[in-house]
C-alpha cells in the first residue's frame, strides 16, 4: 500500500505561482509498481478533475484548462513528485489530490486559493 502526502498549498494572488509537492511513500515492491502519478483539482463545490499526469516512463498528460502553465515533475531520489502552478488564475482555486496508479492511493489534500 502506498502513502501520498500533499503540501505547498495557499493564498496567492492572480498570476502568481505555487510547487505543490506529494510525498510517496511505502513498501518498495508498492512503489516501484506506479506507473502513473496524477494531480486532481476539485474546486469548491465540484468534483474532482484531473489536471496533469506523469508516466514511470516521464511522458506528460495535462488538461487543457492548465496547459503551459502547470508542470508535473518527479524526484526520484526524494520519492517526490511535484505540480509547479505558474500564472494562477481565480479558477485554480481548490483542493489538490494526488494519486498514483495501480495502486490508486490518495493523499488529503492541499488548498490552493487565488485571490483576484
Same mark, same amino acid.
Given at each position: 500500500?502506498? +502513502?501520498?502526502?500533499?503540501?505547498?498549498?495557499?493564498?496567492?494572488?492572480?498570476?502568481?505561482?505555487?510547487?505543490? $509537492? %506529494?510525498? =510517496?511513500?511505502?513498501?518498495?515492491?508498492? #512503489?516501484?509498481?506506479? &506507473? /502513473?502519478?496524477? /494531480?486532481?483539482?476539485?474546486?469548491?463545490? *465540484?468534483?474532482?478533475? #484531473? =489536471?496533469?499526469?506523469?508516466? $514511470?516512463?516521464?511522458?506528460?498528460?495535462?488538461?487543457?484548462? =492548465?496547459?503551459?502553465?502547470?508542470?508535473? $515533475?518527479?524526484?526520484?531520489? *526524494? &520519492?517526490?513528485?511535484?505540480?509547479?502552478?505558474?500564472?494562477?488564475?481565480?479558477?485554480?482555486?481548490?483542493?489538490?489530490? %494526488? &494519486?498514483?496508479?495501480?495502486? &490508486?492511493? /490518495?493523499? +488529503?489534500?492541499?488548498?490552493?486559493?487565488?485571490?483576484?
Amino acid at each position: 500500500q502506498v +502513502q501520498l502526502v500533499e503540501s505547498g498549498g495557499g493564498l496567492v494572488q492572480a498570476g502568481g505561482s505555487l510547487r505543490l $509537492s %506529494c510525498v =510517496v511513500s511505502g513498501s518498495t515492491r508498492s #512503489i516501484n509498481a506506479i &506507473n /502513473w502519478y496524477r /494531480w486532481y483539482h476539485q474546486a469548491p463545490g *465540484k468534483q474532482r478533475d #484531473i =489536471v496533469a499526469a506523469l508516466s $514511470s516512463r516521464y511522458d506528460t498528460v495535462y488538461d487543457d484548462s =492548465v496547459k503551459g502553465r502547470f508542470i508535473i $515533475s518527479r524526484d526520484v531520489a *526524494k &520519492n517526490t513528485v511535484y505540480l509547479q502552478m505558474n500564472t494562477l488564475k481565480p479558477e485554480d482555486t481548490g483542493t489538490y489530490y %494526488c &494519486n498514483v496508479r495501480p495502486d &490508486n492511493a /490518495w493523499g +488529503q489534500g492541499t488548498q490552493v486559493i487565488v485571490s483576484s
